[in-house]
């Protein structure tokens, strides 16, 4: 069945340094991929989506590229912030109607 | 624009009790409809979606059922709750067609200890 892989459970890192988180995703159908992030105590929020092979998409400092080949749409940042600490969820929807939620990684950003 | 309001903010509840949650979504006209359910600090799992008035699909078993009495409600409940239902209950909608069909929009979420 379909499936999203974060590796990585928890990411601890200095503000102002680059980050990746990994997202691979596994199914038979056209991907339609998302990131959301969810600070702590309050409801998840969209952060990226993307349909388009070797497409990158920015939003708020963040981006990702789905690449269909090898399956994945790692999120990435160039510098990140105090406020970027937070539960960041790859999500997998093949229709309209069931998406599918990676475990999530937490980041924390130390100052 | 829209807006989704999900009741109560948290509860308190015995094992063994009953359950009702709420969602209602303003500004919107015949969403797709969602429950998900989230231990603390873990992955969300969808629960139920639903279409239209009257249909709702299940999707894990978790011993909870849904219903849609109205186009802009959705209710999640239980007649007897489960040590392990305690969670982040969080209703969700999201487009009926067209490219960003997917893209789920969460409401505040409630939150529920059973003890």
């Known amino acids: 069945g379909d499936s999203v892989t974060q590796t990585e459970g928890l990411v601890t890192l200095t503000k102002g340094l680059p980050v990746m988180l990994n997202c691979t995703y596994q199914t038979t159908y056209s991907p339609f991929l998302f990131w959301y992030v969810q600070h702590l105590n309050e409801a998840p929020k969209l952060l990226l989506k993307s349909s388009t092979d070797n497409k990158r998409t920015e939003h708020q400092g963040f981006y990702a590229t789905l690449h269909k080949s090898s399956s994945s749409f790692h999120l990435q940042k160039s510098s990140v912030q105090l406020s970027d600490s937070a539960l960041y969820f790859c999500a997998l929807s093949e229709n309209a109607y069931k998406v599918i939620f990676g475990k999530g990684t937490h980041l924390h950003v130390l100052p | 624009a829209q807006t989704i309001h999900q009741w109560p903010v948290a509860e308190i509840k015995a094992v063994g009790s009953p359950l009702s949650l709420g969602c209602t979504i303003k500004?919107?006209?015949?969403?797709?409809l969602y429950w998900y359910w989230q231990a603390t600090g873990g992955t969300l799992q969808q629960l139920f979606y639903s279409i239209t008035v009257g249909q709702v699909e299940s999707v894990v078993q978790l011993n909870l059922s849904a219903s849609r009495p109205k186009d802009d409600q959705f209710i999640l409940s239980t007649e007897k709750l489960l040590l392990s239902h305690s969670g982040f209950y969080l209703c969700?909608?999201?487009?009926?067609?067209?490219?960003?069909?997917?893209?789920?929009?969460f409401g505040p979420g409630t939150r529920l200890t059973v003890l």
């Open positions: 969700a909608w999201s487009l009926e067609g067209g490219p960003n069909y997917a893209e789920q929009f």
């Open positions: 500004g919107k006209s015949s969403p797709n």
